[in-house]
């Protein structure tokens, strides 16, 4: 079987938070809503967008958290389009994937982005084609499902005893348990250590650098 490691996109490959910060801020308010604090904000990125509308605003029913995902994509896409969107690779990602590319490892992503925002995310960063998968919320139930991360297997041709989950959220290392993989978070994004650890995490990485070393261990 083959050895693949699935990414998380947001908080774990790159630093989106102030552009689903702002987007969802706008949402609330074309909602005529209070606006969410940011902490509250970062702690459903990794959701798909209605799960994330429904956490944040668990009294809405589900027309309007349907209609606020959409308003929350055109916010997007507006902030986009005024060139203010802003997805920098964490540090030591782009090595990393190098690197583990260059061990033979297949790659991933599970991410709750949609298909295009992803596509557009990596081919900006120049790495779209590092990956042999690419899972998106377009095509699956939100995280922690484990759709994404079973389709993923199966494009690869890879097993649970042969796939490492890697991601910032418990959402992430759920998905992960759920089939049985290996489940590695990342201290750099939007949950913190403690929580991964509590939802399950095999390891947490507190550096790009550390997931080479953690997942030589695999091979």
Known sequence: MNHLAVFDCDGTLVDSQANIC??????????????????????????????????LHPLGDAAL???MAQDYKSCFHALRGRG???????DGIA?????????????????????RGLNLCLAHHAIADRFVTLQTADRHPSKPHPSMLIQAMADAGAAPATTVMIGDTRYDI???????????????????????H??????????????????????
């Not at 609330?28 to 956490?55: C, H, K, N, Q, W």
């Not at 090595?95 to 298909?115: F, H, Q």
């Not at 509590?198 to 997931?211: F, I, N, S, T, Y």
């Open 65 to 67: 958290h349907q209609a």
């Open 22 to 55: 702002d987007a969802m801020e706008e949402t609330f308010t074309r909602a005529g809503l209070a606006v969410p604090d940011r902490e509250a904000v970062r702690r459903i990125v990794g959701l798909s967008l209605v799960e994330a509308v429904r956490e």
């Open 198 to 219: 509590a939802e399950g995490a095999d390891r947490v990485a507190r550096h790009p650098q550390e997931l080479i070393e953690m997942l030589k261990e695999m091979r």
């Open 174 to 196: 759920a998905m992960a348990k759920a089939v049985g993989a290996t489940a590695i978070g990342v201290a750099w994004g939007y949950h913190d250590a403690a929580e991964l």
């Open 95 to 115: 090595e990393t994937i190098a690197a583990l590319d260059a061990d033979g490892w297949l790659l991933g992503v599970a991410t709750g982005k949609s298909d």
């Open 84 to 90: 203010l969107v802003s997805e920098p690779l964490f």
